[in-house]
């Protein structure tokens, strides 16, 4: 069989620390190559490798078996790779068009044929099967048209091995399924696919290969037709992970949060959460599942005083708290793990350990009469790193430069600890490896065991049927159904999150 | 530990290699235009530190730009562009000479009334561009660029016909308004020097304890890093951001005071910008927008101000070619992102 990329025992170290040691990846032609490895296991880097972004310190690269020295990316494009970026590279205020001759312009005379360059996306996304208005601006269409632009510019440039990276962190169920069907399309178009993931579902789903790499170490490849999803996921941690999360019965007691009759509007004014109603009890995870944007982040903005609403009430404990500010709402119990942590859970440059007294500063010990007290401040950070295993090299580093998850399990040390009754956690598992998802799982179970309410936001379908007690649909805006997960379907479940109704979703799966 | 040293390292180094690099353009300058370079900065030299006036001079001179450094470095910690420093620094000169003439108070009531009167203007000028800043979104950028205008004519106005009729200087301060002293004069060969520079030096270590050690400081990193965060942990950041201003603002119009209290003693009207204001940004700049980079920054700013007054006497050098040189250690500063490179692939090659 011929491989069209070897990389052989590559090294890379960046000052001293050894990013990728002895790694060893082969592409075959026409296979979809899965690069699995937990979040700072050194994927990204060996692929930088590849597409010109690194030089390594040792090992080999061969394109179709000649050897090849790619110093940067350009380079790598005329060797026909491309690659497909986690965070797209696209101008928001140019045309799809624009975007994909961006940098290889067709000009005549000195002006860009546009008319010409539409003719050949076109009749490019018609070859692969992707989708797109080339008229249109990237800023008005969806993520998951934005990837197929992100698909079309390499393939415009002639790629023929793709690296995707991260490419489904992004999408919705809905999308992640169309993404699988043009990779097969470019598969059967001769294009030959890295694909760099931690979901495992994906990767038996998709992938002909897969290779391992764990703290920077290649620990083998296997074909995907002979393993299973525990035995991948043991290679990328080294150690048995348990997918099932263990639980006991919940012994839900008295009404938490009740929400009643919540209208919120979005930024442009478009009312997205529309007469919602629900309610959670001591010692229960009630799961809201549903297809992104359906109002789920307005809710949460509204319910934790980031958002105004329009109407409606939110109680906690009988206590009126709608349109509240936001510390009025944290200091009634409430603890809030934010969708976007860069955004709204962290201080990227601070102090990690400023940043797990970012609610309460202002309190004693942390501060007196207005005095910050860094000793206090920073005990408490050293205990909650400890507790909730945030590995960083010390309480001083920056925020910013911890991984995504470790980042996760501050914030979710720093809401856990001060001891809520109602826990919000919107998407906390999101761009997490299966280590760190099943961390953080298990906090929200055991602050249900507590005693305390969680209400858990999620677009993957998994984490909702795995770790909630009950689960409330989100449709428009209205929470239209809640059901038992044990009586439930992964089936009844996307057929609810589309708007059928109760009855409907139930006959349909019992055909 | 050692990358945070050699961090720290760094932010030393890269201002000093702007103001070496500076120095080296001027030198190419002058041996262009004709001029003797060696000379010409034993002039500096002499101009700034020759003689015990000289030493005086300096230091009364970056006084105001400490205080106007601090304005723009405080705003600029919290995520504000306070361009306006050069408008609340003239409304702050202009408040301490109006209570310094128009009363007549002993020196213990006259003396900080007068400066609390600058720094309340100063205050309030910033207030009006935070307030719009954090109501209505309005950029603080163009609202203070044109607050700079508002503040120059309206004081000119108000000197002549408000505090003079139609004459064009508000008269001295009275005796116990006065910053200035005659002990510091006399041990300094009767320069100007007076003792606003403790007031600028307590400013410095004012911002530093009001960022770094307090909660409200804490507010307003968090506020300049990241609002959206601020806003998550309950923080209320259209507060921080007009207060922000306003201390900035105050920070302006104590510089004033300086010059009104200390070096004129008067008000005059000005047919344009003072510049102190503008070059509380290099300052700023120059320093890293830290209250310590502040201080030494405007240090600096002095000793070429004022070393050159000696250039065109003692070398023939003319003036306009040290502003040239000032702006050229100001514009290596603004690319020190060109220096830090080059740092980099230094430290890099040494690992090696």
Redesign the interface.
Known sequence: MEYVIEMLNIRKEFNGFVANDNITLQLKKGEIHALLGENGAGKSTLMNVLFGLYQPEQGEIRVKGKPVNISNPNIANDLGIGMVHQHFMLVDTFTVTENIILGREITSAGKIDIKKAEQQVREISERYGLSVDPQAKISDISVGMQQRVEILKTLYRGAEILIFDEPTAVLTPQEIKELIQIMKTLIKEGKSIILITHKLKEIMEVSDRCTVIRKGKGIGTVTVSETNPNELASLMVGREVVFKTDKKEATPKQEVLEIKDLVVKDTRGVTVVNGLNLSVRAGEIVGIAGVDGNGQSEFIEAITGLRKADSGSVKLYGKELINHTPRQITESGVGHIPQDRHKHGLVLNFPIGENMVLQTYNKKPFSKNGILNFGEIYKKAKTLISEFDVRTPSEYTLARALSGGNQQKAIIGREVDRNPDLLIAAQPTRGLDVGAIEFIHKRLIEQRDNGKGVLLVSFELDEIMNVSDRIAVIYEGKIVAVVNPKETTEQELGLLMAGSNRKEAGEATNV | MK?QMSKRLKSILTPIIAVLLGIIVGTIIMLFSGYNPVAAYTALWNGAFGEIYYIGEVIRQFTPYILAGLAVAFAFRVGLFNIGVEGQFLVGWLAAVWVGVAFDLPRVIHLPLAILAAIAAGALWAFIPGLLKARFRVHEVIVTIMMNYVALHVSNYLIRNVITDHGDNSGPIHKSATLRSGFLESITDYSRLHWGILLAIISCFIMWFLLE??????EL??VG??Q?????????VNKNIILSMVISGAFAGLAGAMEGLGTFEYAAVKGGFSGVGFDGIAVALLGGNTALGVFFSAILFGVLKVGALNMPLEAGVPNELVDIIIALIVFFVASSYIIRVFLDRFS?KE?K
């Open positions: 990358q050690r307090t909660t409200r400081g804490f990193r968090s890093f990241n959206h965060a601020a806003q998550y942990a309950g923080m209320n890099k690992v």
